[in-house]
């Protein structure tokens, strides 16, 4: 059974944007793939290291959830995924946002992401690919972290195939 799920993308270190379009490749093996705007946001976590390029991809698949994250973190060290501190730079991380309407929490994976409704370099990218999206009934075209995000759109959907 096909499953709609959304994956968060961002990279900080070396050349992100390849970076991030080659894990959309890989992720195209999976299912079939549509691709948000790509962004550039303030770093989260430490304030000195470079500005993240962020994008959320829809992803209609048929892996299970620990399947799909075990995919994600082979394509995370693929990409020679480094992680140097908390919250820290990055080659590439991916985070298993949504997966269908399931809530998942267990010791590998809590789905929907922890802190998704304050990340807004993750609701804008979400809903550039579906404007009406909800989660656990709150409207994320609502929140207030819309109005004032942080984050710079730096290419349409096209971006992908550039």
């Known amino acids: 059974m096909s499953v709609v799920s959304y994956i968060g993308l961002g990279s900080n270190l070396g050349d992100s944007q390849e970076i991030l379009k080659e894990a959309i490749e890989k992720l195209q093996s999976l299912g079939q793939v549509r691709v948000s705007k790509l962004y550039q946001s303030p770093p989260m976590g430490p304030q000195d290291q470079p500005n993240y390029f962020n994008a959320v991809a829809e992803l209609v698949t048929e892996l299970e959830p620990l399947a799909l994250?075990?995919?994600?973190?082979?394509?995370?060290?693929e990409s020679g995924r480094v992680r140097l501190r908390r919250w820290g730079e990055r080659t590439l991380d991916l985070d298993l946002l949504l997966y269908g309407q399931e809530n998942i929490q267990n010791e590998r994976l809590t789905v929907p992401h922890v802190g998704i409704l304050e990340r807004d370099f993750v609701v804008i990218p979400l809903l550039d690919l579906d404007p009406t999206i909800q989660i656990a009934g709150q409207s994320l075209a609502n929140l207030e972290l819309t109005q004032h995000a942080t984050l710079t759109a730096l290419a349409d959907e096209s971006w992908i195939n550039e």
């Open 69 to 77: 994250l075990d995919e994600l973190q082979r394509f995370e060290n």
